[in-house]
């Protein structure tokens, strides 16, 4: 057990001892306040995965419940080729932090924390706006290692579209995508696969990475299309952005079928 204030130092990412650095949570919580920090504490409490024992120095332990939670949080996840794509950049992404946190004498931790690191792994970022745009990467990290996150995403994402031009789309969206060649509507395609609309969209996200010249139009009704590649061009690119820009009328499925065409055919 650790007293209350030992804890927000360490997640913090400040020194109360030299042997706070030591431990590998040092620093996750760097971009929380020590307020908020209490607030979760104040949850964990409530749920009896940590106990606040006696005393002046409010110390906290972890209790089963706890454990079990942290067990399951670091279960072994299923597989897919997503994964393996993901987890390929988040190494080449992580040696980038290491490199750097030495060039600054940081902690990686407190350069980026693994959480962020693992969403620019996932969501795969090409320009400073969608890099800046991932929840709790901010200017100060990208002035000393967004280029170079950058830069290893666009190598990667241009060799990884190498290798599927020689390939076939997964086995698993195949039948989604006999139906986008017979013109098939979003909303028929979800019904007949028995998926949302959201999912189909991130199958379809995956198909153009394979066909970039696969005709997506039918999929939007009147100038919509336009007007997604419009918002585009004016550099807004995340979904949630987009989105509160555009008609309501326009899907979340729809905007993010229009973003992936345009990622891998830019508009003129």
């Known amino acids: 057990s650790l007293p209350e204030k030992s804890i927000i130092n360490i997640l913090k990412g400040e020194r109360e001892k030299e042997s706070f650095a030591d431990f590998e949570s040092f620093g996750a919580a760097v971009n929380y306040d020590k307020s908020e920090i209490k607030i979760i504490f104040q949850h964990l409490v409530s749920k009896k995965f940590v106990i606040r024992m006696e005393g002046k120095n409010r110390h906290f332990e972890i209790t089963n419940a706890g454990l079990a939670k942290v067990d399951n949080i670091f279960a072994p996840v299923q597989k897919s080729d997503d994964y393996e794509k993901d987890l390929e950049i988040y190494h080449v992404l992580r040696a980038i932090r290491k490199k750097t946190s030495e060039r600054f004498m940081q902690t990686q931790y407190l ?4 959480d962020v690191l693992r969403s620019v792994a996932k969501n795969k970022p090409l320009t400073k ?6 929840p709790s990467f901010n200017n100060r990290m990208f002035n000393k290692i967004g280029e170079d996150f950058l830069e290893a995403i666009k190598n990667y994402t241009e060799k990884n579209k190498e290798v ?8 698993s969206i195949k039948e989604t995508y006999k139906l986008l060649l017979k013109n098939y509507s979003l909303k028929e395609i979800a019904q007949l696969r028995k998926l949302t609309e959201p999912v189909v969209s991130m199958q379809i ?7 970039p010249q696969c005709k997506i139009d039918f999929l939007f009704d009147s100038d919509s299309y336009n007007k997604i590649v419009d918002e585009l061009k004016k550099g807004y690119s995340a979904l949630k952005e987009l989105k509160e820009r555009l008609p ?15 990622k891998v055919i830019p508009p003129q």
């Open 205 to 211: 996200e995956t198909i153009l990475e394979y066909y």
């Open 111 to 114: 350069l980026c924390p693994d």
């Open 248 to 262: 309501v009328k326009i899907s979340y499925a729809q905007i993010r079928i229009a973003v992936a065409k345009n």
């Open 129 to 134: 706006t969608e890099l800046l745009n991932i």
């Open 164 to 171: 599927k031009r020689k390939g076939d789309v997964p086995s």
